[in-house]
């Protein structure tokens, strides 16, 4: 065995104080795990500040970009130095206030958490104010003094190049569409329970947001308008509440799918006090009634929100708050997992499966005609993803297999009379080809010396601008990249007018009139046309015979040849 010498024992490590900047560090990046802890902080705030309207844009999904924005009662102008200072809140002053915290945030380290992985910005402004303050921070202080700016009511974040001095942490979130999706679902939580918030998430440059919903009374419109039909007509109403001091006290309210509803991922949505968070208990016991009623491997939504006293919840358990801890929760659960069981067994009676008759246009005359009309699907915009062959078809225009060229519904009246219309319109539409031109020498010239003429800078600019306003009756802002322009409307609509009409001459529409029009006096202003033969315009008894023929005469291919020669004299 071998022993050293006294003179060769190694020094024990000493323990000594961390910087503050790597307190800071390590303690923000248990705060802000990945953009969508970011993301649920800022928005709680906006929340906390009686917000009506919430938006949010994400770049990257959420690490070159993290933008919230609201309409709430903004910061003080005096409160900005210590805005994001660790442990600085407006929501509690000493720890008894947890007993009965209300509000979304009480620490204070959000904000900080986020200036010590990123770059902050701050601007916001407070009624009364005639302008609003920016301050950018970093490593929780202000890098300058607030700056006077132009600002809307209430007050915006930005959060730019998160963990950005992590270089471990950001290697593992550069799937950006992964972090893009969590942050779209925790907004769609938010938003079918705070229905008298608007809330709206779109990607950087994006123009159409991927969760928008507008206050409402309904908390069945919320969850139809954020999460589709095919969702909320499955759903059941449900409450349950207890007040047995010795046991538990409680109320809960909420919507749970039915037995028609069949998904592979179970969606629950669970408040408590108004706090989104997560509990495996209850879920793990929802998905146990659930197995017995619903098919293998399917799984349900349930939205739930669970009022309790202050006094009985504890939120102060886990960094992020997205855990709590119950007085009680056993009962709780259980008495919840009852009502949710009988509701469940008394509506598993009966399936209920949406069929969609298909209806053709009356008048479609043939199957294969691609101008049939059908009725609007009534699903949602976002239908659940089945596998084709499990599907139940139901809806003739399902993308799976286009049934409609198959059905065909015999129009009910006036067949016969729209028939001869129905191949006009036809004909028209076969022609509706823009690409095509006339086949005239003159036109061609004329559209040749329109494409020799373009100006490829006005052109980029015409195609690529975004429409701000009319400044006056004639002049309208258009803004491209960085530049703003006074356009002539009444000269730019004039040429192209012009120029459509020597793109599509000779394919136009067809036009249907809602009065008929009175042909007999048409063929005589033809007939009457300077262009015509001065042989013809002298006898004016021949014109309105031939306009009397026309009319009462049907169009038969033979009688227009005989008498083409007397319509058309040339």
């Not at 248990?30 to 969508?36: K, L």
């Not at 409402?216 to 139809?224: C, H, N």
């Not at 007999?520 to 008894?541: I, R, T, V």
Request: proline residues 4%; charged residues 25%; hydrophobic residues 35%.
């Amino acid at each position: 065995m071998d022993i050293e010498a006294p003179g060769e024992a190694k020094e024990l490590p000493k323990i000594h104080r961390l910087d503050e900047s790597v307190v800071n560090r390590i303690a923000a990046g248990e705060v802000i795990q990945r953009p969508v802890s970011a993301v649920k902080e800022l928005v709680e705030n906006s929340l906390d500040a009686s917000s009506t309207s919430i938006s949010v844009v994400v770049k990257d999904g959420g690490l070159k970009l993290i933008q919230v924005s609201d309409d709430g009662h903004g910061i003080r102008h005096e409160d900005l130095p210590i805005l994001c200072e660790r442990h600085t809140t407006s929501k509690l002053s000493k720890y008894e206030d947890l007993q009965s915290i209300k509000s979304m945030g009480f620490r204070g380290e959000a904000l900080a958490s986020m200036t010590y992985v990123g770059h902050v910005t701050v601007t916001t402004i407070t009624k009364g104010q005639l302008h609003g303050y920016r301050v950018s921070y970093r490593d929780g202080m202000m890098e300058h003094e607030p700056k006077a700016c132009a600002a809307v009511k209430g007050t915006q974040i930005m959060v730019e190049n998160l963990f950005y001095n992590m270089i471990a942490r950001r290697k593992t979130l550069q799937n950006s569409a992964d972090d893009y999706t969590k942050i779209v679902d925790l907004l769609s939580r938010f938003a079918i329970h705070y229905i008298d918030v608007s809330f709206s998430c779109r990607k950087h440059g994006a123009a159409r947001a991927d969760v928008h919903s507008v206050a409402t009374s309904s908390r069945l419109d919320a969850i139809r308008s954020v999460y589709g039909l095919s969702v909320a007509r499955n759903l059941i109403k449900i409450e349950a509440s207890d007040n047995d001091p010795s046991s538990s006290v409680f109320e809960m309210d909420g919507f749970i799918s039915n037995s028609n509803y069949v998904v592979k991922k179970t969606t629950m949505v669970l408040f408590i006090n108004d706090r989104l968070v997560e509990c495996t208990a209850l879920k793990r016991a929802l998905e146990i009634v659930y197995s017995a009623t619903l098919p293998k491997a399917s799984k349900p939504f349930i939205y739930m929100s669970i009022i309790l006293p202050p006094e009985h919840v504890d939120v102060n358990v886990h960094p992020t708050k997205r855990e709590v801890s119950l007085l009680n929760q056993e009962v709780i659960i259980e008495k919840i997992q009852s009502v949710v069981e009988s509701m469940l067994r008394n509506s598993n009676e009966s399936r209920t499966f949406q069929e969609q008759t298909v209806e053709s246009s009356p008048s479609v005359p043939s199957i294969t005609n691609n101008e049939s009309h059908l009725n609007p699907s009534p699903s949602g915009s976002k239908s659940q993803k089945v596998p084709v062959h499990k599907m139940v078809r139901t809806d003739s225009s399902d993308p799976a297999g286009r049934l409609h060229a198959y059905l065909y519904k015999k129009p009910q009246n006036h067949l016969e009379m729209n028939s001869s219309l129905t191949a006009v319109r036809s004909s028209v539409r076969q022609r509706r080809n823009l690409r095509e031109t006339a086949d005239l020498t003159s036109i061609q010239e004329l559209i040749n010396d329109i494409d020799s003429k373009c100006h490829s800078g006005l052109l980029d600019i015409v195609r690529q601008c975004t429409y701000v306003g009319m400044a006056d009756d004639v002049f309208a802002l258009l803004q491209h990249n960085t530049h703003l322009y006074l356009a002539n409307v009444v000269n730019l609509s004039k040429e192209l007018m012009y120029q459509q009409v020597l793109r599509r001459f000779a394919h136009f529409n067809a036009i249907q009139l809602s009065e008929s029009a009175p042909l007999q006096e048409l063929l005589m202003l033809a007939l009457k046309e300077e262009e015509l033969d001065l042989e013809c315009n002298e006898n004016d008894d021949l014109k309105m015979k031939i306009a009397e023929l026309s009319t009462c005469v049907p169009c038969d291919p033979l009688w227009l040849r005989l008498y083409k020669p007397l319509i058309f004299c040339r």
